[in-house]
């Protein structure tokens, strides 16, 4: 099976930066496409950033100008850096893959939290 692991949240003040890092592992052919969503409390889950293997990056509106998404070299891993954050970008935060192959499918991990606080 396939498996995400997020790593890199936690407690910043506003105007502060975190980066998440997110690594796919196991029977994995190749990667379509990463992603990074968040869900705050009593809210439902929302698309931050997506990263499709030669396309375009996409944000969400609320990011756009303060977060980027990257893949690393081994193409198994996204990065969300994250800069001017915000009390409002407070949530846990879940990478997700586009697995094809065998295995192929849409693959989460089980989230990072992001604490925007003074």
């Known amino acids: 099976q396939v498996q995400l692991v997020e790593s890199g949240g936690g407690l910043v003040q506003p105007g502060g930066s975190l980066r998440l890092s997110c690594v796919a592992s196991?029977?994995?052919?190749?990667?379509?496409?990463m992603g990074w969503y968040r869900q705050a409390p009593g809210k439902q889950r929302e698309l931050v950033a997506f990263?499709?293997?030669?396309?375009?990056?996409n944000y969400a509106d609320s990011v756009k100008g303060r977060f980027s998404i990257s893949r690393g070299n081994a193409r198994n891993t996204a990065y969300l850096q994250m800069n001017s954050l915000k009390p409002e970008d407070t949530a846990v935060y879940y990478c997700?893959?586009?697995?094809?192959?065998?295995?192929?499918?849409?693959?989460w991990g089980k989230g990072t939290l992001v604490t925007v606080s003074s």
């Open positions: 997700n893959a586009e697995v094809a192959g065998a295995n192929g499918g849409h693959y």
């Open positions: 196991g029977s994995i052919f190749s990667i379509n496409a």
């Open positions: 990263i499709p293997n030669g396309g375009s990056t």
